[in-house]
Nanobody, 127 residues
């Protein structure tokens, strides 16, 4: 079983930055693709970013390209989401997710593609 714990959320002004962390435990981290999703009040959970198990490929939602960056540190069993130029409409709960092994990219950008989820961390962007 895999456990995921997010941290790093908080309150930030529009245009500011935050870095989220996702600590992975229970199974070898290097075997898992990692993703970030978010859910704003009254909206569906939305894909934000993903990184493959090897770190060789990354994927981003259209609205965050050029502003967010996903990364991983296999020595620390942790995935990160660096968020820059944050906007008020990006206020949401942010969730990390994990999927085992080699997989098609299409599965990494959809909620149903993941096996494990964290509890989320709240990000609030004030205007």
């Amino acid at each position: 079983q895999v456990q995921l714990v997010e941290s790093g959320g908080g309150l930030v002004q529009a245009g500011g930055s935050l870095r989220l962390s996702c600590a992975h435990s229970g199974r070898p981290f290097s075997n898992y693709n990692m993703g970030w999703f978010r859910r704003a009040p009254g909206k569906e959970r939305e894909f934000v970013a993903a990184i493959t198990w090897s770190g060789s490929s990354t994927y981003y939602g259209d609205s965050v390209k050029g502003r967010f960056r996903i990364s991983r540190d296999n020595a620390k069993n942790t995935a990160y989401l660096q968020m820059n130029s944050l906007r008020p409409e990006e206020t949401a709960g942010y969730y990390c997710a994990a999927r085992f092994g080699i997989t098609q990219a299409v599965l990494l950008v959809t909620r149903s593609g993941y096996d494990y989820w964290g509890q989320g961390t709240q990000v609030t962007v004030s205007s």
